[in-house]
């Protein structure tokens, strides 16, 4: 699997995910990609509850992923038992279907070891 892109402004360093026209640190608007860690840790999450009817399911879990390089990315979650600081690992797949259309998206799943 190919790994997460980051957004590196060139003339300060700061990492962003996803990409951004100005960078927030310093006002660059010049960005390098680099690839992100396989790995990131969960510092919050939250199930919805009152989703759109046309979802297929009726609760979604989304969660914010530090890696280490201080980029947080958010995305849904793909366990329903989860807790703060667990071992993360970045997928890219389907995440919904909207009118006959497949919807991309990040999905992130605990880390087994």
């Not at 600081?85 to 259309?101: A, F, N």
Request: aromatic share 8%.
């Amino acid at each position: 699997m190919k790994p997460m892109t980051g957004y590196q402004c060139t003339e300060c360093g700061r990492v962003y995910h996803p990409a951004r026209a100005v960078c927030l640190e310093c006002g660059g608007r010049r960005f390098s990609e680099l690839p992100l860690e396989d790995e990131g840790v969960l510092v919050t999450f939250t199930r919805l509850h009152a989703l759109p009817m046309d979802f297929h399911t009726r609760t979604l879990m989304l969660g914010i992923v530090e890696f280490p390089s201080g980029v947080r990315a958010l995305g849904q979650l793909g366990a329903e038992e989860v807790e703060m600081g667990m071992k993360m690992r970045p997928r890219w797949e389907i995440v919904r279907v909207l009118e006959g259309q497949k919807i991309s998206g990040l999905k992130f799943y605990p880390v087994v070891d």
